[in-house]
């Protein structure tokens, strides 16, 4: 595939203010808070999953250096206040109190590319109840779509073992979720995105050559064949199925030579197709040309292909969407507040099926002799006892307002995509079926003593 270069210093876009990204029952908890006092309490929230989407054996964290990102952008300047006056939205003491907003307090969680099981504490989140109450919406939005790519990612990227996978939906999603998502599904393995936003805000290699269109522009496959290698070179691919297959292979090896890149199959059976077109091409000579498929594939797909001579897979539609899971389907709860005398004491919901456990939360993995993962360990209210090679899961993002450093941006991605690897690598064989089942690894408490 040919790459567009993205050698430049990669940059974060600044955005207008985030700060309305933000549920209408926020703003009024708020002003009932203020009023009653309480909203200075101090607090702790926590966003963490019930369950795993149905079937699934583990998800995968992400979104978190651009939740990061955003909270730089969450201020109420003139026209953000404007419009709650207007709307009504809140009074005036909640207006000034607006006014005035900026995020002091600390958030810890789970480091990008981290593996979580059920009630994982993915973020946590301490501040005034004011504080920490109103970045509930921001905090869910961008975490329950970056985790849901990111999960779907990892499972294509494990059932393609070593061959790359392109991730290229940008054009079956939203134009920032597009970007989100390119983002999020090179955190979970993929080796390159096609959206070119995401390589400049990040860094991540982006990748491309031609569409049918392009083919059907010309007056034949073969001048079509000949610009595109003529402006990208040998090494680029060509798309062979516009019209028939083994005549677009040939016309491919005629025009580009032995030096072919790539042929790029987007239809059909794929896997007697992969077979006999690699047979053609080593026929012809081209033993060194790679395979490239996409057609609506997902893990299941990908799977399928393992014993076809694929190089690498294409993945838009299933990714993008999370393959079946569109949503991570986390929560954003408050598990720990001070009282009358400035004691924290924990609190928790009680409700059918969505329960949660008060208390602040402390996890480390529990790991074997071997380092293999054996459980999710959870405290609360204190760390949980390390038997000496396990591993502490929380990290501090946000220290009295200020953003540590290593998180956002580029850096923050190619840091997700390491400790993605070393997660993963300590998970038991079992988390790589695609069969349904229970998560790969229990989670267990312990109550501080």
Known sequence: MTVSPTNSAPVVSTRASTALYTDHYELTMLQAALHSGAAHRKSVFEAFARRLPEGRRYGVVAGTGRLLESLQNFRFGAEELEQLRTAGVVDGLTLDWLADFRFAGDIWGYAEGEAYFPHSPILIVEGTFAEACILETLVLSILNHDSAIASAASRMTGAAGSRPCIEMGSRRTHEEAAVAAARAAVIGGFASTSNLEAGRRYGVKTVGTAAHSFTLLHDSER?????????????????????????????????????????????????????????????????????????????????????????????????????????????????????????????????????????RKYALRRLNDAAIATAEVVGIGGSPHDDGNDRPLLQQFIRDGEILPGWTGAEGVRRAVQHHHLSMSELPGTVMRMQRGEPAIPTEYEEES
């Open 223 to 359: 001048d079509a064949f000949a610009a595109q290698v003529a402006t990208l070179g040998a090494s680029t691919s060509l798309l062979v199925d516009t019209y028939d297959v083994e005549r677009g292979v040939r016309t491919a090896v005629e025009v580009a030579g032995p030096g072919l890149g790539a042929v790029r199959l987007d239809s059909g059976d794929l896997v007697a197709q992969a077979r006999w077109v690699r047979q053609l091409l080593d026929d012809l000579g081209n033993h060194s040309t790679r395979i490239v498929v996409t057609s609506d594939l997902d893990e299941f797909a990908i799977g399928s292909l393992a014993s076809a001579p694929v190089d690498s897979y294409g993945v838009g539609t299933s990714l993008v969407t999370g393959s079946g899971a569109p949503t991570a389907g986390l929560v954003y709860k408050l598990v720990s507040r001070t009282d009358g005398d400035g004691e924290f004491v924990p609190v928790a919901k009680s409700a059918l099926n969505k329960t949660s456990r008060g208390g």
